[in-house]
């Protein structure tokens, strides 16, 4: 027998129950600091006072988590050319690199909802941080060709955990747009060190060991883990069914036990999630924006070595002014991109997107190419977070974990198919299909962004008021 008490919780009490998944095992933005705060807008003095040293702890480590994840995918462009060299493959077979990095994210797709209804916010950002060391461990001696395609596999796993579960708990911070910046800009700065580190350490020697590098992000993996165990330790747990009435007892014998309840918990707020033209209609700008990006960072070099016959060991530092521009983009952008309108500027950052694009098309020049990616990464710096933004609004609480996390594989789809698309015809025709490619799908992320519905026109306004 319990009873009722209308006292006010204490401050420790509070951070002792932060993050505590609900029911469906899902993150709200009531559970992140004890009570619901406008979604990514301005707070006030009482809620800044929330924002204490653990949670500040937690906000700096989910940056970590996608700053590590950032240098695993800036990685990528800077090191094809030497994967191709060293295995003999063509870039049809090392678009197959890409496929595994998908089938990771479709997988946690398939188990995330499931996962959390047993895995504690820690615990699932943990399990995350671990696929990816996993992963960085199986590269960094030179493995077979089947190996290291593998390892993406384990990478975007442990990746796409840990992102997914950072954004739904940094969405439900106050100012939560200027967070889901920060966590984003430290993406992109992850993506910006990556080819740097990758770059020089595959150009030093006679001979490229570009496998070293992994040694790099290994070791900020296991930073990454310590990180998490330490900041979210209040959540390293695994999750228990609370007992309640002897109904809700009996309803859940019936349904097979506790874990039979979750299960079918699990899987309806699935089907409810997927039944939504919300989590369609904003994937569609994902699909094509991720498939953009990846598809230019993953070809530029080739593209330039042979197409504009640039120096393979300078080549290399291209993608750093694309990453570089979309690091301040994603911090210089945000707060103006929210003043001003976030569906009307990054409507205008696309165009102008567009127009970058022409100019590193029909400009036949390694100086002009390189200026004209790195204001295109400036220019689409704020999308990726505006977007996260937009769509933590469009989705209750409760499923909104589940949202983003299909809402990534979504992108994924795009991010993964694009690049292989490309390779696949490169390997006929060329490497120079990069550049109509890049201008429609450039193209194609405007128009989705403009079908993306506004958060009053969703069937979840009432929530998310701004």
Not at 305 to 325: A, C, T
Not at 328 to 334: K, P, Q
Not at 361 to 375: D, G, R
Request: positive net charge; hydrophobic residues 50%; glycine residues 10%.
């Amino acid at each position: 027998m319990s009873t009722t008490t209308t006292t006010q919780l204490e401050p420790a009490a509070r951070v002792a129950e932060d993050h505590e998944l609900s029911e469906l095992g899902q993150t709200s933005r009531g559970q992140v600091l004890g009570q619901t705060p406008p979604a990514g807008g301005d707070v006030g003095p009482e809620e800044k006072k929330k924002l204490d040293r653990k949670t500040i702890l937690k906000l700096t480590s989910a940056g970590f988590c996608f700053f590590v994840a950032g240098v695993n995918d800036g990685s990528i462009g800077a090191l094809v050319p030497y994967v191709i060299r060293e295995y003999g493959v063509n870039t049809a077979i090392v678009s197959s690199i890409y496929a595994a990095s998908f089938l990771g994210w479709l997988l946690t797709a398939l188990t995330n909802t499931h996962l959390a209804q047993f895995l504690d916010l820690g615990s699932m950002l943990a399990l995350g941080a671990s696929f990816q060391i996993l992963s960085h461990a199986l590269r960094a001696w030179k493995p077979p060709f089947p190996l290291y395609t593998l390892s993406f596999c384990l990478a975007s796993l442990g990746q796409a955990f840990q992102d997914t579960h950072a954004n739904t708990f940094v969405a439900g911070v106050g100012a939560a747009h200027r967070w889901l910046a920060f966590i984003h800009a430290m993406y992109m700065a992850g993506c910006l060190t990556g080819p740097f580190v990758a770059t020089a350490v595959a150009a030093r020697g006679e001979t490229a060991r570009w496998y070293l590098f992994y040694l790099f992000p290994l070791a900020l993996g296991v930073v990454n883990l310590a990180w998490v165990l330490v900041a979210f330790r209040d959540s390293l747990s695994i999750r228990r069914k609370s007992s309640s009435s002897p109904s809700s007892s009996a309803s859940s014998s019936s349904a097979g036990g506790p874990e039979g309840s979750r299960n079918k918990g699990a899987l309806k707020l699935i089907r409810q999630t997927l039944g939504s033209r919300e989590i369609w209609l904003i994937s569609l700008f994902f699909f094509f924006f991720l498939g953009a990006v990846l598809t230019a960072s993953g070809w530029v070099v080739e593209y330039l070595v042979v197409v504009r016959s640039g120096d393979l060991s300078k080549m290399g530092y291209v993608p750093v002014g694309f990453n570089g521009g979309a690091f301040l983009g994603r911090l210089l952008l945000a707060e103006p991109t929210y003043r001003l309108g976030e569906r009307r500027m990054v409507c205008i950052y696309s165009i102008l997107c567009v127009g970058l694009q022409l100019v590193f098309w029909l400009v036949p020049n390694i100086i002009a190419a390189s200026v004209a990616i790195s204001f295109l990464g400036f220019f689409s710096g704020p999308f990726f977070a505006t977007g996260i933004s937009v769509a933590s609004k469009l989705f209750h609480p409760e499923s909104r974990s589940t949202a983003l996390a299909f809402l990534f594989v979504f992108a994924q789809i795009g991010g993964c198919l694009f690049p292989i698309v490309t390779g696949v015809i490169a390997a006929g025709s060329g490497v120079a299909v990069l550049q109509p490619i890049l201008v429609s799908l450039l193209g194609a992320t405007v128009i989705s962004w403009l079908m993306v519905p506004k958060p009053k026109e969703s069937g979840n306004a009432a929530l998310h008021q701004e």
